[in-house]
């Protein structure tokens, strides 16, 4: 799936934990989960990371819920803006990192590297 990633310039692969939900905060229809990065992959210049990540409410547009526990699990995360914000869904690739090849996380750096010495 991180390759696939890779070829879409509008997203945002980033590494950290989900820290605490907001639901309904700030704005109306979305939730606000506190996400602490640890690092970033790859960032488009449209997509202003934050310690913020929104999704819609449930039942909005795909919206995300994140199960899991907030237990300082680290996540590979892609995310977009939408409407001014940095956005995931159900369509994102949210993984634990653990369970993530390190030779794919390796590839990653590689890749991103590599995209923007090109772009230098």
């Known amino acids: 799936m991180l ?3 890779l070829a879409r310039r509008d997203l ?3 590494q950290g934990r989900f820290a605490d939900a907001v639901i309904g905060q700030p704005r109306w229809n979305w939730a606000r989960y506190i996400f602490e990065t640890s690092e970033i992959f790859k960032k488009p210049e449209s997509l202003e990371w934050s310690n913020s990540l929104y999704t819609q409410l449930q039942g909005y547009n795909c919206g ?3 199960e899991q ?3 300082n699990l680290e996540f ?3 995310g977009y803006m939408a409407q001014d914000i940095p956005a995931i ?3 994102s690739f949210i993984k ?3 369970r993530i090849p390190e030779k794919q996380i ?3 750096r590689a890749k991103v590297d590599t995209e923007y010495q090109k772009e230098v």
Do not use: I
Request: net charge positive; with cysteine; hydrophobic share 40%.
């Open 69 to 71: 526990p907030f237990h």
């Open 96 to 98: 634990l990192r653990k």
């Open 12 to 14: 945002g692969v980033v």
């Open 3 to 5: 390759p696939q990633v």
């Open 89 to 91: 869904n159900v369509c």
């Open 64 to 66: 995300y819920k994140h």
């Open 106 to 108: 390796q590839d990653l």
């Open 76 to 78: 590979v995360v892609t």
